[in-house]
């Protein structure tokens, strides 16, 4: 998949009565290979905007293409071409950082337990974690959840990755390194869309993106 | 997904959870109640009225008439196709002392009861016959007035093997000391016949009666009549409209229904617990999930494959629970009527046979709940909103 395409897509919310339009009638087109960073105040429909790319938010009206195909099996779309990445991990409490990891492969027909398995350490070895393997969430730092996460986003393999505040948990030092792992992703070809409030993301992005007023626009 | 996978996943979800243990183990509770419970009801329902057809006492009727001599009645009875037998007051009974198993704990009271050959099932020795001074005793004999108010135990019953075709001291009425001798030993089981009673003919306690109890002479307004089943009774003695007749021992059937009433009702209420309680814990541990549901939602999961995920999950927690309950519920029919019913002579005989039937609906009320509530759960994280989820 090399582009994500967002056609006149509006999205309202109905809260206490009264009408918030998040996304007023957004057009705009995502690249593979280059690094997007949203920004906007708090509540300005930066996540929404996120979660209707990944297909978790139906919009009102409106399209968001993939390569230029409306894709109606959006859970699919999840599962290979784009990985998500979120503020709070969102990693099961359950398992292990590799069972984390290994997540969505179990949906690949393609992939036995050992090439699953192989495939998650390797991944895991890049991020600095072979050491933390068979550690639960609850025994990482903030950063090595992250980390796992962002694992887990890329076991796939896929074309884009969304993050929403992937640094809102984290202490500078981890921020830098989550950025840094991002930025070398989009020089991998990997497209990044990160929704942030972070100034110092700024310096990573080839594009900076404006929410504003349910509109989004370049930062000039 | 594949079912490796699917079954992969559900295994580690089962056994990470620790509220699926707690689970686990309530569940298991819960259908031991219902499988021990419901097979207790069924399996005392069938010792009761097995008690009620085979037992001696329970069949024999008096009959009686202040103005009229029932001999002729009695005798034309006698080939009734529903009666067995029939006998006046002084071939009827005799009670003593058994002097030769009197010890510190066991006073040696025995009972003796006349009868005909062929009542009761012979295991050792041979059955009542001509022999004058003859009598059959039960496998599990303890001469005891206490045997029903906790004094019966197993190990106290006397193994009257060595002394088959032995005489017995029995000091009757507890004056006269006679000798008779035990020809047969009987399996008390076949009509739960009571340890502290032998049997001889109605010759044998005829002729000790009036031997030693002169003053006792038959009373020719009185005759008991043994029906092959109690139930007989009204339709034979019904066209004798100048009698009397009253059952020689009466059960409180009142209380027996009770009892099975309240083993009954007490297992519906479990069964109506159980849907609830799983229910509510089901409800409890999916809506908990909710945020694993939203990673696995962000991970490209569909709805289907979640669902099935969650069946899986609790299909495997009620089969672990089930096939445990049946092991533990196997081995408490075994261990309750050793347990409870130990010290009663009648009630020892009482077996709990764990009902295929009950297992069988038992296993149908799992499979009906697992599906129920992860239905109705999963549909209520379907209509959840993914950002509650996530953002939670």
């Known amino acids: ?220 | 997904m594949k079912i490796n996978n699917l079954f992969t996943l559900a295994i580690n979800n089962t056994k990470r959870k620790k509220t699926n243990i707690i689970f686990i183990i309530l569940l298991m509770l819960i259908n031991i109640a219902i499988i021990v419970g419901f097979s207790s009801y069924k399996s005392l329902f069938s010792f009761w009225n097995d008690w009620l057809d085979k037992s001696y006492q329970f069949n024999l009727v008096n009959i009686n008439s202040g103005s009229e001599d029932v001999i002729s009645i009695a005798e034309s009875l006698k080939d009734n196709e529903f009666v067995r037998d029939v006998f006046f007051n002084d071939e009827y009974y005799l009670s003593g002392i058994a002097s030769d198993f009197v010890d510190k704990n066991i006073d040696g009271n025995i009972k003796i009861i006349g009868t005909i050959p062929k009542t009761k099932k012979i295991i050792y020795g041979q059955d009542l016959n001509n022999e004058i001074n003859g009598i059959i005793c039960p496998n599990n004999f303890l001469p005891d007035s206490q045997i029903y108010l906790g004094n019966y135990n197993i190990d106290k019953v006397i193994d009257l093997k060595n002394i088959l075709n032995k005489n017995i001291n029995i000091k009757l009425m507890n004056e006269y000391n006679t000798s008779l001798k035990l020809i047969g030993i009987f399996d008390s089981s076949y009509d739960y016949s009571s340890p502290d009673v032998c049997y001889a003919t109605h010759e044998t306690i005829k002729e000790l009666n009036h031997k030693y109890q002169p003053e006792f002479s038959k009373n020719p307004n009185e005759a008991f009549i043994l029906f092959d089943n109690i139930n007989n009774a009204e339709k034979v003695l019904s066209k004798y409209q100048r009698i009397d007749y009253t059952p020689v021992a009466t059960i409180k059937t009142d209380i027996a229904s009770k009892i099975l009433s309240i083993t009954n009702i007490s297992t519906i209420i479990l069964i109506i617990i159980f849907f609830i309680f799983t229910y509510l814990i089901c409800s409890h541990n999916i809506i908990k999930d909710s945020k694993n549901i939203g990673i696995l939602k962000i991970c490209g999961y569909d709805l289907i494959d979640i669902k099935k995920l969650y069946y899986f999950e609790y299909i495997i927690i009620f089969l672990i629970s089930f096939i445990l309950s049946i092991i533990i519920s196997l081995q408490l029919c075994n261990i309750i009527p050793i347990y409870f019913f130990n010290n009663n002579p009648v009630l020892s005989f009482l077996n709990i046979h764990p009902s295929i039937i009950i297992i069988f609906i038992t296993l149908i009320l799992n499979i009906l709940i697992v599906y129920f509530t992860v239905k109705i759960n999963i549909k209520k994280i379907e209509e959840m909103d993914i950002s509650e989820i996530i953002y939670e």
């Open chain 1, 1 to 220: 998949m090399q582009t994500i395409t967002i056609r006149n897509f509006s999205k309202t919310y109905v809260k206490n009565n009264q009408k918030i339009i998040a996304l007023n009638k957004i057009n705009y087109e995502f690249i593979k290979g280059k690094f997007y960073v949203i920004m906007g105040k708090s509540g300005s429909g930066k996540s929404t905007l996120l979660n209707s790319i990944a297909g978790l938010i139906e919009g009102d009206s409106g399209t968001i293409l993939y390569d230029n195909q409306n894709l109606t099996n959006t859970a699919k779309l999840r599962n290979e071409n784009v990985g998500l990445v979120y503020q709070n991990f969102l990693l099961n409490e359950n398992m292990t950082a590799i069972e984390n990891v290994m997540l969505p492969t179990f949906l690949n027909k393609n992939l036995d337990k050992i090439k699953r398995y192989k495939k998650a350490v390797n991944i895991l070895k890049e991020l600095d974690l072979s050491n933390r393997l068979n550690h639960y969430p609850k025994e990482l730092s903030g950063g090595e959840q992250q980390r796992v996460a962002v694992a887990r986003a890329l076991i796939n393999n896929p074309d884009f990755i969304l993050a929403d505040e992937p640094t809102g948990n984290l202490d500078e030092k981890n921020e830098e390194l989550i950025f840094k792992i991002l930025k070398k992703l989009a020089n991998l070809g990997k497209g990044i869309i990160v929704v942030s409030h972070n100034k110092a993301i700024k310096k990573y992005a080839d594009t900076i993106l404006i929410l504003e007023a349910g509109d989004l626009h370049e930062d000039k």
